[in-house]
């Protein structure tokens, strides 16, 4: 039996709850930073068409979804008008072809094509705004969640603050950087939905489990359902338990500690957005080394897979120091960001 939490006084909730607001507002780009996001996409794009006439670049991920910092990453997905998908070795030409190409470009440097990843890319260092990015192909399921992830941050400025949060502390703690054998971005993302999915009363609801008629709607993406519901004016008819939960963001936070120290059992539980009912490691027939985090579309792909023995460790440490032990320590930690941060 673990020890109970220190009293949490009400005081200790108001200033929790402040830092975790002051974090968002610190971190978050505003209008202007949106809009040169743009600028650069737009610039590229007719750069690169130059070489590709046809080509279509679009931003995705944290540019996109909701939950991007001022210093996040640019994610590019590049199509060629009149082409649908493309094969692995196209791919890699293609890429290849692209960096030699964006090594002209007189405004970005760092240019380095990897073909050897799951998903090929050419990096780039764009000099004027000291933004980092990568250019993709045809990463369509990556358009596709990004979406389903915009949806859920806009239905609940809760669900903004605490996504910030987590991938603050992730930063932080060294424990968030998916090249280095941690977990990524997106998968800290998907384990805070998760948490607000399985919350009583639910902050969130499953939006992939919502629809009219008896059926799920069916939409193809590489062979794999991508539909949701994102009708989200219609939400509170669709679902009976909008705005039931009315914690706070720093009860929320606390909670979500809790949630993965206490409650979420890491060898047999799997984080799974898609539904509402628990889905079990036995039922996906993953073993789990770690922890199991189940893409919302391409359910083939385990997030967690790619975690190092190094980062796991770390990655426990982190969360049960700091969430059974030392929740206290969490105010002071938060407090001290705002002040690193002025
Ligand atoms: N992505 C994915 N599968 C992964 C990793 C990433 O589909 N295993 C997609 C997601 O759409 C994700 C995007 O690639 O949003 C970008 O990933 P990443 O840059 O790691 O995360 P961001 O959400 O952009 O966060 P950050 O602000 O740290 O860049
Ligand atoms: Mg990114």
Sequence with gaps: ????????????????????????????????????????????????????????????????????????????????????????????????????????????????????????????????????????????????????????????????????????????????????????????????????????????PVLQEIYDGKTKPEVLVDGWNVYFFDDLKTLPRHWPQYGKNTETVGELWLGLLRFYTEDFDFREHVVCIRQHARLTTFNKQWTSKYIVIEDPFDLNHNLGAGLSRRSMINFYVTFFVNCTLLSQFFCFFFMFLHFCHQ
Aim: glycine share 6%; net charge neutral; proline share 5%.
């Design 1 to 204: 039996e673990l020890d109970p939490l220190p009293p949490l006084t009400p005081d200790f909730l108001r200033v929790l709850n402040r830092v975790c607001e002051q974090c968002y507002s610190d971190f978050a780009p505003d209008d202007l930073e949106n809009g040169v996001r743009e600028l650069i996409l737009q610039d590229l794009e007719s750069f690169v068409r130059r070489q590709f006439a046809g080509a279509r670049l679009q931003l995705f991920g944290s540019s996109k979804n909701g939950f991007g910092f001022r210093q996040s990453d640019l994610d590019i997905c590049m199509v060629l008008e009149g082409k649908e998908t493309m094969d692995d070795f196209d791919c890699i030409n293609i890429i290849k072809g692209l960096a030699r190409q964006l090594k002209k470009h007189p405004g970005l440097k760092n240019i380095l094509p990897i073909t050897t990843a799951k998903v090929p890319i050419v990096k780039f260092y764009h000099i004027r705004t000291g933004l980092e990015g990568d250019i993709s192909l045809y990463n369509t399921l990556a358009l596709h969640n990004t979406r389903l992830l915009a949806s859920y941050a806009a239905i609940d400025r809760r669900v903004k603050i605490l996504c910030y949060i987590m991938k603050v502390f992730a930063k932080m703690c060294d424990i968030g950087d998916a090249s280095r054998g941690s977990l990524s971005s997106y998968a800290y993302t998907l384990m805070v939905l998760f948490f607000l999915q399985q919350r009583n009363p639910p902050v969130i």
